[in-house]
Nanobody
Framework: QVQLVESGGGLVQAGGSLRLSCAAS????????MGWYRQAPGKQRELVAT???????HYADSVQGRFTISRDNAKNTVYLQMNSLKPEDTAVYYC???????????????WGQGTQVTVSS
């Protein structure tokens, strides 16, 4: 079994910063891409940022230049540094990883339980 546990959410004023962390644990052979998604009330879940196993990154246009995704492969952990936060960044943020539980096994998607980020104006 695999668990992804997020931390670092909270309440912050507009213009402030937060850093999210997500640690994967359990029966893991290797982790490929990792990413962050978010879902605001009444909206669909959307991609925020992804990072490949060799650290190639991709960002949604709405967060480009304000958010930075990084990862520590030794710790199976992905981070999201969020700067210059805006009220429209308010959402539940979910961590996602594509991983194999054994050599040559299928790629599986795992998700965290989500962490609330609220940005006040």
């Amino acid at each position: 079994q695999v668990q992804l546990v997020e931390s670092g959410g909270g309440l912050v004023q507009a213009g402030g910063s937060l850093r999210l962390s997500c640690a994967a644990s359990g029966s893991i052979f290797e982790i490929n891409a990792m990413g962050w998604y978010r879902q605001a009330p009444g909206k669909q879940r959307e991609l925020v940022a992804t990072i490949s196993s060799d650290a190639n990154t991709h960002y949604a246009d709405s967060v480009q230049g304000r958010f930075t995704i990084s990862r520590d492969n030794a710790k199976n952990t992905v981070y999201l540094q969020m700067n210059s936060l805006k009220p429209e960044d308010t959402a539940v943020y979910y961590c996602q990883s594509s991983l194999r539980r054994r050599r040559y096994g299928p790629l599986l998607d795992s998700w965290g339980q989500g962490t609330q980020v609220t940005v006040s104006s």
